[in-house]
Structure formats: C-alpha cells, structure tokens
C-alpha cells in the first residue's frame, strides 16, 4: 500500500492552509503553518504568476491530501462520482466524506483522518459488529461504529476534546459507550472547509 513518509506540515504550508493531518499539534501554537504561512523551500516566499491550470491543480491536491487519499484512488473516486445522478463535484466530495476513516474523524473519534486511519489497520473499529481494517469502506445511513477497546488513549483525548457543535449533523456520537451512529447521508453545506469541488471537475474533465 501506498504511503507518504513525508513531513506533513510541509502539505499544509504548500496548500496555503490548515489541513489538520498531525492531530493535537495543529491546534497548538506548534503548528507549522501558523509560524510559517507560505510554502516549504527556498523559494517559498516566491511570488507565483497565476493560471487556470495552476489553481485546478492545487485544489486538487489539497482536496487530495486533506483526505489523504492518493492521484490512483482520487481519480477513482471521480470516474464513480461522474456516474451518479447530481452533480459531479458534490458526488466527489461525498464519497470522500463517506470514507470510515473521515467518519471517525468527523465524530470526533480521532483528532486526524491520519490517526482514524491507525484504529482501522489496527483493528479497534467495528462497524455494524463485524471488525474492519480497510479506511477506505464507504458508510451508509443507519450504520453503527464502535471502538473495541475503551481506554485507547488517543480515542480519550479526541473525545475530550472534540467540541459537539463540531460533529455534523449527519452523525451522532455516544461518547460514553465510543459509538457512533450514521444518521444520514452527508450534504454538500455540512461540508465546511474552504473547497471549490469545480475546479477539480474542471481539470479531470479536460
């Protein structure tokens, strides 16, 4: 399986934002990009002539990388998003948004898609009572996550620390018992960081 090994504050910085892949670092004054807002490298500070290309290709992988899903799989996800009935762009965002490892993210399970991503390949989630170790298992609207193991410590501190009013309405989250409910299917508004899904239609669609 595929794997960047790379310095993830370096994505964040080159995407001109917070992409939240290092857990409790990123809300901490810590935080790479807050102490340094422009791109990684010497030239960072660089002033880029814009374009067309270059903005479809930034939104691209930022979306990408916020999701942590690689160029192979992305453009899986576009080709069965392009197939639904609906908008293609709203489509895309939805199957990323419907990924397990987002979902726990999102209910507040996990303080990163990256550490989400962890409990599943280590066999702590159960969904629908049957244990998973695949992030990528697309959820659907009555399913039920549970952790296995109750005093993970990285799940305690996510759970202590995830605010309510920050788990979207499609989700519910029992934080006693660690479970969480999928109440239904996700929507575009639920959607809150700052992503322009036509680009990335735009460029795919060349």
């Known amino acids: ?12 910085r080159r995407e001109g934002m917070q992409l939240y892949l290092k ?5 901490t004054e810590k935080c790479a990009f807050k102490k340094k807002g422009y791109a ?11 374009s067309e290309f270059r903005n479809q290709l930034r939104e691209k992988q930022k979306v990408k990388r916020m999701y942590g899903v690689f160029e192979r799989q992305f453009r899986k996800y576009f080709h069965m998003a392009e197939k639904l009935h609906g908008v293609t762009g709203d489509n895309l965002l939805m199957l990323l948004e419907k990924r397990l490892d987002n979902v726990l993210y999102r209910a507040g399970i996990a303080q990163s ?3 989400a991503r962890n409990l599943i390949n280590h066999r702590h989630i159960m969904l629908n009572k049957h244990r998973v170790d695949i992030p990528s298992i697309q959820v ?7 952790v296995l193991k109750k005093g993970l410590v990285p799940v305690l501190n996510a759970v202590q620390t ?19 409910q999928v109440l239904a299917e996700p929507k575009r508004e639920n959607i809150t960081a700052e992503i322009n899904e036509r680009l990335i239609v735009e460029l795919y669609s060349k």
């Open 113 to 115: 898609r990256n550490e």
């Open 40 to 50: 990684p490298g010497q030239h960072g500070l660089r002033r880029l002539r814009p």
């Open 162 to 180: 995830k605010e309510k009013a920050a788990i979207p309405e499609w989700l519910s989250l029992d934080d006693q018992n660690l479970k969480v």
């Open 23 to 27: 857990a409790s670092r990123c809300y």
């Open 140 to 146: 659907k609207a009555g399913d039920e996550i549970e």
């Open 1 to 12: 399986m595929a794997r960047y090994r790379g310095a993830l504050c370096r994505l964040c």
